[in-house]
T-cell receptor
């Protein structure tokens, strides 16, 4: 079993839909990261959080430390949101090293 | 505003050849990382560095070497290329416990 599990693996939505991607992890962490990998391959950091909720534009990330679970929400989805979304955790004793989930491929159709 | 720069973007090697993947960052980050990404798999850490002169192994270091003589540069060396090293390689940098900044990747094929 991977330390970081994401669901679903693939997600197809219609433009305007509310999207949720889930991440569960099995180790104690100091922080959880959400990243976006564009179709061209580039990777950008979206959020880093260790508690509660963060919001940036139409993206919202939440984390429940007790349940070892995080969600990434996209409101009013748009075709330009189509990408792979990656969850990664910093273990409590791993310094800044990340352990990555396998990613969720999101396709938003117009 | 370069960020993390990786070269080359694409390369084809023959089995047994060697090469160096270059990575440079201009953000004065002390932490740097090398990852590989295989189809359908999560990113795997190859090597990382917490500062000039300090390097350490990640999850999948076999077949690779690194050096960190300056804060800016973190080259990854493949000494004897093998088909199993066909992958996309990403370099990243960060301050301690801060979001990582990624390069655009190097797509490497070994035939």
């Amino acid at each position: 079993k991977n330390e970081v599990e994401q669901s679903p693996q693939n997600l197809t939505a219609q433009e305007g839909e509310f999207i949720t991607i889930n991440c569960s992890y099995s180790v104690g962490i100091s922080a959880l990261h959400w990243l976006q990998q564009h179709p061209g391959g580039g990777i950008v950091s979206l959020f880093m959080l260790s508690s509660g909720k963060k919001k940036h534009g139409r993206l919202i990330a939440t984390i429940n430390i007790q349940e070892k679970h995080s969600s990434l929400h996209i409101t009013a989805s748009h075709p330009r949101d189509s990408a792979v979304y990656i969850c990664a955790v910093e273990g409590e004793t791993s310094g800044s090293r990340l352990t990555f989930g396998e990613g969720t491929q999101l396709t938003v159709n117009p | 505003n370069a960020g993390v720069t990786q070269t080359p973007k694409f390369r084809i090697l023959k089995i047994g050849q060697s090469m160096t993947l270059q990575c440079a960052q201009d953000m004065n980050h002390n932490y740097m990382y090398w990852y590989r990404q295989d189809p359908g798999m999560g990113l795997k850490l190859i090597y990382y560095s917490v500062g000039a002169g300090i390097t350490d192994k990640g999850e999948v270091p076999n077949g690779y070497n690194v050096s960190r003589s300056t804060t800016e540069d973190f080259p990854l060396r493949l000494e004897l290329a093998a088909p199993s090293q066909t992958s996309v390689y990403f370099c990243a940098s960060s301050y301690r416990r801060q979001p990582q900044h990624f390069g655009d990747g190097t797509r490497l094929s070994i035939l």
